[in-house]
T-cell receptor, first 114, second 118 residues
Framework: DAGVTQSPTHLIKTRGQHVTLRCSPI?????VSWYQQVLGQGPQFIFQ???????GRGNFPDRFSARQFPNYSSELNVNALLLGDSALYLC?????????????FGPGTRLTVL | AQKITQTQPGMFVQEKEAVTLDCTYD???????LFWYKQPSSGEMIFLIY??????QNATEGRYSLNFQKARKSANLVISASQLGDSAMYFC???????????????FGTGTQLKVEL
C-alpha cells in the first residue's frame, strides 16, 4: 500500500508570492494534519482536517490556510510568503481524529523563500 | 513552560551498545499519549513507539523501549544494540486529550541528534 505522498518535494519561491502544497493520505485515512518544521527545530502543528472539516489550528497567521477534498487529499496554501516561511512542510494522515489514532507522515515538501 | 523537553541536543553511542534519549513532558490532562519518531536526513518522520498515559507497562517495539515514569513526567527512549543505521534525529512528541483540545495535534520536542560510531 502507498504511504502518505506529498508534492512537490522541493519548491523555491520569492517573498510575497503564494504557494500551494499538496498531500494524499494513506488509502482509508480520513484525517490529514499539516506541520511546519524550521531547520533545527521540531515540527509545529499548523492544521488538522477530518472529514473535510477543520478540527484544529495551530498558532499560525491567517496567511496560512488549508482545505480537504472529498477524496481526503489536502492542500496547504501560504500567501504573501516571508523568508521565515522557509521550512520543511510535513503532512500526516490517520484513520480518525482522536487521541489514539496513529499518524503516518509523508516525506515532506521543502520550501525555500528567497 | 515547554510541553516537551529534550535536553540532549546530541548523543554519541558505540555500535552494539544501548543508549537512552531523555524526554520530559508537561500536561494537565489525565489522558494523553507519548510518541517517539526518528527523522533521518531525508526528512521523513518514522514512528517508533507509543505509550498511553493509562498503560501500566512500558511499551516495547523490537530494539526500542520506552521508560515511562508517570510521576516524574518522563518518557525516555531506550535503543538497545545500536546500529549504524540508527544515526538520525529523534523526536519525542505528545498528544493531549480532550480537556486541552488534543485531537490529532502532536507537540514535538526540539530533538536529539544521535550518532552511532564503530
Amino acid at each position: 500500500d502507498a504511504g502518505v505522498t506529498q508534492s512537490p518535494t522541493h519548491l523555491i519561491k520569492t517573498r510575497g508570492q503564494h504557494v500551494t502544497l499538496r498531500c494524499s493520505p494513506i488509502s482509508g485515512h480520513k484525517s490529514v494534519s499539516w506541520y511546519q518544521q524550521v531547520l533545527g527545530q521540531g515540527p509545529q502543528f499548523i492544521f488538522q482536517y477530518y472529514e473535510k472539516e477543520e478540527r484544529g489550528r495551530g498558532n499560525f497567521p491567517d496567511r496560512f490556510s488549508a482545505r480537504q477534498f472529498p477524496n481526503y487529499s489536502s492542500e496547504l496554501n501560504v500567501n504573501a510568503l516571508l523568508l521565515g516561511d522557509s521550512a520543511l512542510y510535513l503532512c500526516a494522515s490517520s484513520q480518525g481524529a482522536g487521541l489514539y489514532n496513529e499518524q503516518f507522515f509523508g516525506p515532506g515538501t521543502r520550501l525555500t523563500v528567497l | 513552560a515547554q510541553k516537551i523537553t529534550q535536553t540532549q541536543p546530541g548523543m554519541f553511542v558505540q555500535e552494539k551498545e544501548a543508549v537512552t534519549l531523555d524526554c520530559t513532558y508537561d500536561t494537565s490532562d489525565q489522558s494523553y499519549g507519548l510518541f517517539w519518531y526518528k527523522q533521518p536526513s531525508s526528512g521523513e518522520m518514522i514512528f517508533l513507539i507509543y505509550q498511553g498515559s493509562y498503560d501500566e507497562q512500558n511499551a516495547t517495539e523490537g530494539r526500542y523501549s520506552l521508560n515511562f515514569q508517570k510521576a516524574r513526567k518522563s518518557a525516555n527512549l531506550v535503543i538497545s544494540a545500536s546500529q549504524l543505521g540508527d544515526s538520525a534525529m529523534y523526536f519525542c512528541a505528545m498528544r493531549e486529550g480532550i480537556l486541552t483540545g488534543g485531537g490529532n495535534k502532536l507537540t514535538f520536542g526540539t530533538g536529539t541528534q544521535l550518532k552511532v560510531e564503530l
